[in-house]
């Protein structure tokens, strides 16, 4: 058979084209167990010589120490920078949210010296919900805009778990100001809600990226972490969809991954990476999406299993809109 190739998708109107799987670091922050920078290092150079070009961070995850490992293992790559497109964050620290002028201005900076780079292909406001989404419009991004000329970001995207959040902030700033969406656990096997935004986002020229295909580690053998936020009820019901492919001598990552990836309509799939393992698998599975398409049987079964949760999501943010 004749080498495959992870897809690229273009993203929005930015010229950018993505990997469709692109890699999450936070688990390098070690905010789903503990990663040895070894391991780190091995899991993102193997991702990228497997085709992964996109890259997503932010100094939240595990307090910095995600855009710290992430930046020394791109470095370590010994490519040249156009090779691979990173996208951090602001607004979101372990200290907690601060979306001023001032904080995402400053933090832009330290990102740079974290990640060892000149300039990071997106900047992205973290999870806008916790902040007032009339400072995100009125303050956060003209001052994003400001980074944007002075060449130390080439795009802007803003982030969060409440899609509502998302057409308010469109709707209220000019064309061209926010060039990407990254939008979490709204588009796997247990909830799709991001599909009817789609067509909204598309008519905006904003790109669109969808992280946690594994529903933040709920859809996999192992199951999610302490701190997931999901009711006991989703919990139990994704835990009873893998033990059923486990059963059948399936896997329900791979299942899972492949199901987010078959809209196209998506520029990519940030899914979070820790072992060269891990990578592996997920990029066999979108190679194999492309060559054989999915198990649709053992996805009708895993659908019905969910049926009662199905689209069941979390409250997030100081205000839902
Ligand atoms: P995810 O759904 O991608 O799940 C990650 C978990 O699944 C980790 O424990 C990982 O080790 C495990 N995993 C990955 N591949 C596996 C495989 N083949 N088999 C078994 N287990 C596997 O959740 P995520 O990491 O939260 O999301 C992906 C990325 O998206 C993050 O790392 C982050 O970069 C980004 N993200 C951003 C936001 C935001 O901006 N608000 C929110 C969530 C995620």
């Not at 010994?78 to 200290?95: A, F, L």
């Not at 926010?178 to 709204?186: E, G, P, R």
Request: charged share 20%; net charge negative; hydrophobic share 40%.
């Amino acid at each position: 058979m004749a080498a495959q190739t992870l897809q690229l998708r273009p993203l929005g109107n930015t010229g950018l084209k993505l990997s469709s799987v692109g890699f999450g670091a936070s688990p390098l922050g070690k905010v789903f167990g503990d990663v040895s920078e070894q391991d780190a290092f091995a899991a993102v150079r193997e991702a990228f010589h497997l085709g992964v070009n996109f890259f997503d961070t932010s100094p939240y995850y595990g307090g910095t120490l995600s855009e710290k490992v992430l930046g020394k293992a791109l470095k370590a790559l010994g490519v040249p920078r156009d090779q691979y497109i990173v996208s951090t964050k602001c607004g979101r620290y372990k200290e907690g949210f601060d979306f001023s002028v001032e904080r995402v201005t400053k933090s832009i900076d330290e990102s740079l010296e974290r990640l060892q780079l000149d300039y990071v292909d997106m900047l992205q406001c973290h999870d806008i919900e916790f902040g007032s989404l009339d400072q995100i419009v009125n303050e956060t991004l003209p001052a994003l805009l400001k980074l944007k000329q002075a060449g130390k970001i080439r795009f802007i995207g803003i982030t969060g778990l409440p899609l509502g959040i998302f057409t308010y902030v469109l709707d209220r700033v000019p064309p061209g100001t926010v060039d990407v969406i990254l939008s979490y656990c709204h588009y796997s096997v247990n909830d799709s809600t991001l599909e009817d935004l789609l067509p909204y986002l598309k008519s905006k020229g904003v790109g669109v990226i969808s992280a946690s295909p594994l529903s933040m580690g709920l859809l996999t053998e192992a199951g999610g972490p302490e701190w997931h936020p999901a009711s006991s009820e989703l919990k139990a019901a994704c835990r009873a969809a893998a033990d059923h492919c486990k059963e059948k001598g399936k896997n329900i990552s791979k299942l899972a991954l492949q199901y987010s990836l078959a809209n196209t309509d998506i520029s990519s799939i940030l899914v979070g990476m820790k072992s060269v393992k891990e990578v592996e698998e997920n990029i066999a599975a979108a190679l194999e999406l492309a060559t054989a398409g999915m198990d649709e049987e053992t996805l009708s079964e895993i659908t019905d299993i969910l049926k009662p949760v199905k689209n069941q999501t979390w409250p997030s943010g100081i205000q839902q809109s």
